[in-house]
C-alpha cells in the first residue's frame, strides 16, 4: 500500500497564563491507503488536537503533516481549504451540520464546492443508503441526533474522499445508534477504499481498526 499521509515530528502549543501549554510534542507516523487507524487516548491527551491538524484545520508550532506528498501548511489557508475539500472527509463529534440547510442540501454543500453537476442526485443517493431517504428535506432541528450524525457521515463520504477523520463519531449516541453508525462507517471505508481514522474512547471500536495509536500527554506512547 502506498502512503496517504505522513506526520513528520508535530507539534502543538499554546500560550496561556501560566505559560506554553504543550497540546501535541514531537508526533510522527504514516498512514497508508485503504487502512483503518483508531487514536486513543484519556480526556485531554490531544486527540482532537491531532485531528484537526491531520485535517489542516489548524496550524502546528512545529512539524509537517504530508498528504499525497503535499505539506499542508506550506499552502496558504484558501489552497488548504481546496485540497480539504478535494481529499478529506470529516465527520465533527458535533455534526456540524449547518442548521438552514436541509438534510439533502448539507449533503449537496461539498459536492457543489467542487463543482459536481451530480449533486443533487449524489446527495440523495448517499443518504438513502445511510438510511434518510424520508428526511430529505428535514432541517437539522428536525433530525434526531442519530439522524444528524448519520447526515454527517453522508456528508463527508459524498464526495467519495480518500482520506476520512472521525472525531468520536458514536460520543453523542446511544448504543444502538452508534452501533449502526459503526457499521456504516467501515462498511463505507471498504466498499470506497478509503482510509479511516477514528478518534475514540471505546476500546471495542479501537480494536475493530487495523492500527491503534496510543496518545498520553500529547506524546505518542505506543502503535498496535
Known sequence: MSSILEVRHLAKEVADSAGVLVLLENISFSLQAGESVAIQGPSGAGKSTLLGLLAGLDLPTRGQVLLNGIDL???????RARLRGQSIG???QSFQLLPSLTALENVMLPLELAGRRDARARAQEILERVGLAQRLSHYPAQLSGGEQQRVAVARAFAPEPPLLLADEPTGNLDQATGARIVDLLFSLNR???ATLVLVTHDPALAGRCERQLHLQAGRLLEER
Do not use: T
Open 191 to 193: 466498499e470506497r477504499a
Open 73 to 79: 501548511f506550506k499552502l496558504d489557508e484558501n489552497a
Open 90 to 92: 470529516f465527520v465533527f
